[in-house]
């Protein structure tokens, strides 16, 4: 079973919400990457969790916070958004802490921001 | 220059036909090398996973490494109606890099009837 789960599957939030994305797997991989898409361009890294330790920040804005409570979970956690921050945010696992091999993602969350 | 190149099409095909997708990239470092399909308003799907130079096939997919020129394809036999989606390839270098995946631009693929 290759298969990495989000949710929700949609959000809407006002600028002053809190709001938090989970994703999860279960196929034991060590690790796990939040990416952002927008309408017609490839994926963009994020974060990376290495054996639940966080081993990438692309410089992203701090008002996206994420979190790796075990292994088998990964959050990102949202508040004071941008408009701009609409977009599909999918996650994604590999087998190998440091990233190697294939890379399996989930269906994405869509976000709205009012 | 980005360091994966994708031509984005669209490319428009008969049912039947066979597709050739590639992709050029510039980093040496690049090791592993994958292909993804995506629907819209979907995730993206683990077509083909290659590591290193080499040849891979699953079904009707082919894919194809030459790091000598820094080439990657994915070939489509018997296309199907289904298969019309965006078509990303991906590569990363491992060790420090993490497992950071630097995508082409993706490109459009519509197998029509």
């Known amino acids: 079973d290759t298969e990495v789960t989000q949710t929700p599957k949609h959000l809407v939030m006002g600028m002053t919400n809190k709001k938090s994305l989970k994703c999860e797997q279960h196929?034991?991989?060590?690790?796990m990457y939040w990416y952002k898409q927008k309408a017609k361009k490839p994926p963009e890294l994020m974060f990376v969790y290495s054996y639940e330790k966080l081993s990438i920040n692309e410089s992203v804005p701090s008002r996206f916070s994420p979190e790796c409570p075990n292994s088998s979970l990964l959050n990102l956690h949202l508040h004071a958004l941008q408009p701009e921050d609409s977009a599909l945010y999918l996650c994604?696992?590999?087998?190998?802490?440091?990233?190697?091999?294939?890379?399996?993602f989930g269906p994405g969350t869509r976000l709205t921001v009012l | 220059q980005k360091e994966v190149e994708q031509d984005p099409g669209p490319l428009s095909v008969p049912e039947g036909a066979i597709v050739s997708l590639n992709c050029t990239y510039s980093n040496s470092a690049f090791q592993y090398f994958m292909w993804y399909r995506q629907y819209s308003r979907k995730g993206p799907e683990l077509l083909m996973y290659?590591?290193?130079?080499g040849n891979k096939e699953d079904g009707r997919f082919t894919a194809q490494v030459d790091k000598s020129s820094k080439y990657i394809s994915l070939f489509i036999r018997d296309s199907q109606p289904s298969d019309s989606a965006t078509y990303l390839c991906?590569?990363?270098?491992?060790?420090?890099?993490?497992?950071?995946?630097?995508f082409g631009q993706g490109t459009i693929l519509t197998v029509h009837p």
């Open positions: 991906a590569s990363n270098a491992g060790g420090t890099s993490y497992g950071k995946l630097t």
């Open positions: 290659t590591y290193s130079s």
């Open positions: 196929m034991g991989h060590r690790a």
């Open positions: 994604a696992s590999s087998q190998v802490g440091t990233g190697e091999g294939e890379q399996f």
